[in-house]
């Protein structure tokens, strides 16, 4: 624990300085969520988790892979950590006329309105208990909008309690 703390620690700290360099590369959306997925496997299976991926086109970005791949991969480990035993995590991609965008939710415990503005602060918890039992280091959320913000992107989020979260990255 006290080294994936470090180097999460590390990883903000080199993203804050500038000190990121992003490796652009032409990356299929599609494709780079399913791996995602695919990855998330074991943690979805073992909460008996379904998953649906949702989207109208083929959506390709020039975007740095390895990092839109850790931004994906903190998302889907959030909501799989959040959501309830039989719960269910749907993936949206879609494009408009300006933005791609990638939409991840769930059917979990959610968060109280007055809290969504700070979760994107480092080490800020909503519940330290909650927290503690998901293994989360409180940077994971803070780095993910550093990158996308890299990215000239931007992410967005909406929840509501018993009901489920929903990040949005445009």
């Known amino acids: 624990r006290l080294q994936i703390l470090v180097q999460d620690l590390l990883e903000l700290s080199r993203i804050e300085t500038n000190k990121l360099e992003l490796n652009y590369s032409e990356v299929i959306l599609n494709d780079l969520m ?6 998330m496997e074991p943690k979805l299976t073992a909460k008996h988790i379904t998953t649906e991926l949702h989207s109208n086109v083929i959506c390709t970005i ?27 995590v ?18 979990g415990i959610g968060m109280e309105e007055e809290e969504l503005p700070r979760i994107f602060e480092r080490f800020y918890r909503i519940d330290r208990a909650r927290n503690r039992d998901s293994g989360g280091t409180g940077l994971g959320l803070s780095i993910v909008k550093h990158l996308i913000e890299a990215h000239q992107g931007k992410i ?3 929840s509501k309690v018993d009901v489920g979260t929903t990040f949005t990255v445009s």
């Open 90 to 107: 749907t993936v949206d991609i879609h494009k408009d006329t300006e933005f791609v965008h990638f939409s991840i939710t769930d059917t």
């Open 34 to 39: 399913e791996e995602c997925l695919f990855l």
């Open 62 to 88: 020039d975007a740095d892979y390895n990092r839109l791949k850790q931004i994906i991969v903190n998302l889907l480990s959030n909501a799989i950590n959040y959501c309830k035993e039989n719960g269910r």
């Open 156 to 158: 967005a989020v909406t």
